[in-house]
């Protein structure tokens, strides 16, 4: 059995976060630093928010540096949102592999995310959401964004799939 904990005064649960997700907007500053650049740099940001699960952050493509993607074969289905395609991200001499994605053509209650992409934190130098340097959520599968404003438990680690 899961134990929840209990947010403070200004936290958020992801226990309290629904399935299927919701789609909100954020006017927090998120920045994502790559190999010393920062490669995105939005007020504008789309929060994916799902129970168990810490925030993901999706940021329009227009406050991105697109020079800096590079389109990949590869593609993976999610039951909410559709079909994902992949990007490698290499800035200078450093490529990570399938650590940028986006759904061109999500489902119709995911239309906010279409022209965003969004990043796995533990792959990048960096992550910020206003100043705070974010804690990637264990096991990469999800991607979200873990703050001191948000408490879990976080499914994704290790021992957590079943829940």
Excluded at 37 to 55: C, G, K
Excluded at 132 to 146: K, N, P, R, S
Aim: proline share 8%; aromatic share 12%; hydrophobic share 35%.
């Amino acid at each position: 059995m899961v134990q929840r904990i209990e947010p403070q005064p200004g936290q958020e649960s992801v226990w309290d976060y629904p399935r299927p997700p919701r789609v909100e907007g954020s006017e927090k500053r998120i920045r994502v630093v790559f190999n010393g650049r920062t490669i995105a740099d939005s007020q504008r940001t789309v929060r994916i928010l799902e129970t168990s699960h810490p925030p993901v952050y999706y940021i329009p493509l227009d406050d991105v540096r697109q020079e800096f993607l590079v389109p990949v074969q590869r593609a993976t289905f999610c039951e909410w949102k559709g079909v994902a395609q992949y990007f490698d991200l290499v800035v200078g001499d450093r490529r990570v592999s399938h650590a940028v994605w986006r759904y061109p053509q999500p489902t119709e209650r995911f239309a906010a995310i279409s022209d965003c992409v969004a990043v796995y934190p533990s792959q990048m130098e960096a992550c910020y959401v206003d100043d705070e340097l974010v804690q990637a959520q264990a096991g990469d599968f999800y991607g979200g964004w873990i703050t001191s404003d948000i408490v879990g438990p976080f499914k994704g680690g290790a021992g957590t799939w079943g829940w």
